[in-house]
Structures are given as C-alpha cells and as structure tokens.
T-cell receptor
Framework: GQSLEQPSEVTAVEGAIVQINCTYQTSGFYGLSWYQQHDGGAPTFLSY????GLEETGRFSSFLSRSDSYGYLLLQELQMKDSASYFCAVRAPGSARQLTFGSGTQLTVLP | EPEVTQTPSHQVTQMGQEVILRCVPISNHLYFYWYRQILGQKVEFLVS????????KSEIFDDQFSVERPDGSNFTLKIRSTKLEDSAMYFC?????????????FGEGSWLTVV
C-alpha cells in the first residue's frame, strides 16, 4: 500500500515563508504532486515533481528527494488568500491515473 | 480557462434512494475520475474512466456505484441505494492524457447528504 504523512496544521503570518513537508511510502513512485483546497472547494493543482530537485512556480516551489521519500511545498510572501488545505499526492503503484492523497495540511495565514 | 463543471452542487436524499451526480469534464480531456471527500478527511479515489470504460476503481467503488458517459460531454456517477455513510463531497475530475503527469483538474464538487 501507500501512505503519505504531512503535518495537520501550520500557522504563519503574512509575508512570511512556510514549508509544508510530506513523506511518503509507496511500492512504486511516479512523482509527487501538490494540491490546494479552499474550504472544501475544488482541489487545485499546484505543482508536480517527477525528478529530484526544486520546481518553482511564482511564489510556490516544490522539492523532491526520492532517496529520502520526502518532498515539501514552499510558499513565499504569504498572503491571506493562501489560507487553505494543502495535500501532497502520489500515483498509486500499478495505476495509470489513480492518485492517493495525504490527509492535508491546514495552513492559516495571520495578518 | 476551461473547467470541470458539476451538478448539483448540493443534494439531500433519503437513505435507500438512487442518486445521479453529473459532470462535464474539460472538453479535450481523455481521462475522467470520481473522487470523494468525507467532511474533514482526505480526498479518496473512487474510479477512473477512459475510452468509454472503467480503467481503475477502488475498494470504495462497490456494486452500488456505477459510472456512465451517456454522450460526448457528460460523465455521471450513480449511487443505486444510498447509505448514510455515502454522505460526502463528490468531486469529478479530468486529465488530458498520459503525458500530463499527475495533473488532474477537479470540479467544485457535489455535496451529497444522505438522511
């Protein structure tokens, strides 16, 4: 099977930088994705890492270390609108398309 | 920007009743999915659909669930005899193809309440 672990809650202030970690266990690895979800709305794709290293998309970056089965999402210059749940996800082994999500990290950005 | 649309946004149904949730995936996408999220929990995979047939399904997707693509645009999830534990947000999603990595696009969800 697979499992993903991420912190349940993170709090930071506006303008700060926050890192949300994700460790995973899976028998086959096809990349790590990050999704954002506001108040139970549609999960929105943020970033994907198929190979080791850092992927940058504006204020958001994502990092992967396959040898450590670890990744993180880095959010810079935090804004109030970044308050949301953030999920890491991996593709299920032997699956072409099925994603397995972590339990999510609730980020609260304070003024 | 193209988006996945779902109807209804919220449905209340009595236990044992049949429910159909509807979705219009992004028009040029080839893979379609249903996920669900019980309140306060993580998003869980139900089923994926490609080339007019189910390609994968989870243990949650038992005989009371079915999916259909009745025409060129709609994708439906039917729950034949709803149970209290089926109460959840149901997300439809779609993705372009094999080269799209793990990028799938979710709709806003249909909140199902079984009473």
């Amino acid at each position: 099977g697979q499992s993903l672990e991420q912190p349940s809650e993170v709090t930071a202030v506006e303008g700060a930088i926050v890192q949300i970690n994700c460790t995973y266990q899976t028998s086959g690895f096809y990349g790590l994705s990050w999704y954002q979800q506001h108040d139970g709305g549609a999960p929105t794709f943020l970033s994907y890492n198929g190979l080791d290293g850092l992927e940058e998309t504006g204020r958001f970056s994502s990092f992967l270390s396959r040898s450590d089965s670890y990744g993180y999402l880095l959010l810079q210059e935090l804004q109030m609108k970044d308050s949301a749940s953030y999920f890491c996800a991996v593709r299920a082994p032997g699956s072409a398309r099925q994603l397995t999500f972590g339990s999510g990290t609730q980020l609260t950005v304070l003024p | 920007e193209p988006e996945v649309t779902q109807t209804p946004s919220h449905q209340v149904t009595q236990m044992g009743q049949e429910v159909i949730l509807r979705c219009v995936p992004i028009s040029n996408h080839l893979y379609f999915y249903w996920y669900r999220q019980i309140l306060g929990q993580k998003v869980e995979f139900l089923v994926s659909f490609y080339n007019n047939e189910i390609s994968e399904k989870s243990e949650i997707f038992d005989d009371q669930f079915s999916v259909e693509r009745p025409d060129g645009s709609n994708f439906t999830l039917k729950i034949r005899s709803t149970k209290l534990e089926d109460s959840a947000m149901y997300f439809c999603a779609s993705s372009l193809g094999r080269s799209s990595g793990n990028t799938i696009y979710f709709g806003e969800g249909s909140w199902l309440t079984v009473v």
